[in-house]
């Protein structure tokens, strides 16, 4: 049994005083019945983190950032070190997101050595991985995909690749309300799966949580998270109000 995972991306949106507000009206407005089974994670910008981590300590939400550098410290203006996200309460930490990989210049590689860097200091990674349109409409987005857990989880152990978490979102699907198909995202899903399993064994690849991402929706949730491989959801616009994204957390 797969815990259900739902984490908001905050992106580049929301003041400190607008990130307080919003985690005080999920706070306010979580189902502690419902959500009993399942993880929740916000994951603000990096200037948010300090004044929302005391609002979430010992609540059902948890607290992640959008990206890491891999290294510990060091001369990289403008950078934020693993152990730095440790000490303002972070647990967790997306890597490789689209957007990082499209305007950033974030690879596979860089993927790879942040997933370690992040592990290091015990941090769970949540890496993304996504193929382009046009990927897709050439039919190869499973190939897309396949290399980018290839690249990016090179070298890991068994027991590292336990404490990731996957997260599929198809570049085309994301902030455009376009959303895969439920089917659609299911056999993708269940394409990674068997890469975990052909790396990393059935046990791992059984136990390991792979979330979608890309225009999840109050009204699409529940088919999704329906799918047997869909184990979570990675949320950006509908994470940014509090009525929408606790629909999802709440999701049937
Ligand atoms: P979206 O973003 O929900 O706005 O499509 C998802 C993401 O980028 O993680």
Redesign the pocket.
């Known amino acids: 049994m797969r815990t259900p995972i739902i984490a908001g ?1 905050w992106k580049m949106y929301k003041t400190i005083g607008e990130a307080v507000e919003l985690v005080k009206a999920l706070l306010g407005g979580l189902d502690a019945s419902l959500v009993k089974d399942r993880e929740v994670l916000v994951c603000p910008p990096y200037t948010a983190l300090y004044a929302v981590r005391p609002l979430l300590v010992g609540t059902a939400i948890s607290l992640g950032a959008q990206d890491v550098h891999p290294e510990p410290q060091g001369a990289y203006t403008s950078a934020i070190a693993p152990g730095m996200l440790v000490d303002v309460g972070c647990s967790a930490v997306i890597i490789g ?1 689209s ?1 990082r990989r499209q305007y950033f210049g974030e690879t596979d590689a860089s993927v790879n050595k942040k997933i370690g860097a992040a592990l290091g200091v015990g941090l769970r990674p949540i890496v993304c991985v996504g193929e382009l349109k046009a990927e897709r409409d050439a039919g190869q987005a499973e190939a897309v995909v396949g290399g980018q857990l290839a690249g990016g989880l090179a070298g890991l152990s068994a027991e590292q690749m336990l404490k990731l978490v996957i997260a599929y ?1 198809p570049v085309w ?3 455009t309300g376009d959303t895969a198909t439920p089917a659609d995202a299911q056999a993708m899903h269940a394409f990674i799966r068997s890469r975990l399993q052909a790396q990393f064994g059935a046990e791992v690849a059984e136990a390991v949580r792979i979330q979608y ?4 929706k109050p009204d699409n949730v529940d088919e999704l998270m329906a799918q047997p491989d869909i184990d979570g959801a ?5 994470a940014l109000k509090a009525d929408s994204f606790l629909r999802i957390v709440h999701f049937r």
Request: no cysteine.
């Open positions: 991306n997101h957007e979102e699907a994301i902030g991402g890309g225009s999840v990675l949320v950006g616009g509908a």
